[in-house]
């Protein structure tokens, strides 16, 4: 019973954390004014790839933390979710896209020592990773050709 309501910990923590800041930040007037590139895919795509992608957080950090508690995997995991719930303040809400570029380019890593140091105690965890490190690869190449076209 206990593993099942950390479970339900880990996902209120990020599912809820990560669309808390996406409803409080979410794009406005500034936004849409900028010169965005070719790639930028249409603002309804945003919600439902983050919530998949969170879930998945999540459940690879649960899964982390069943096998190992504190453990340097486990701060790996804290790492990138701290980079992860700070981008869309600063990025949004300070409106810095260079300040955004720094801190999505520091998640990308944070990302990669996870699933690093997850590949040595759970392989699952280090799966559920892949579709956030493709879509953060994906995020990083749009925020830093925003910057460079605005």
Known sequence: MRKW???IGFLVVVVGGGLLLG??????SWFNALHKPAFNPPPWVFAPVWSVIYALIAVAGWRVWMR???SSAM??????LALNFCWSPVFFGVKSLTGGAVIIVAMLLAIVLFMMRA???DKGALLLFVPYLAWVAYAT???IS?????
């Open 5 to 7: 309501l950390l479970l």
């Open 23 to 28: 409803y409080t930040t979410r794009p406005d």
């Open 68 to 70: 190992t508690g504190w």
């Open 75 to 80: 701060r790996a995991w804290m790492l990138q």
């Open 119 to 121: 590949q040595r105690v």
């Open 141 to 143: 190449l749009l925020n």
């Open 146 to 150: 925003l910057v460079m076209l605005n």
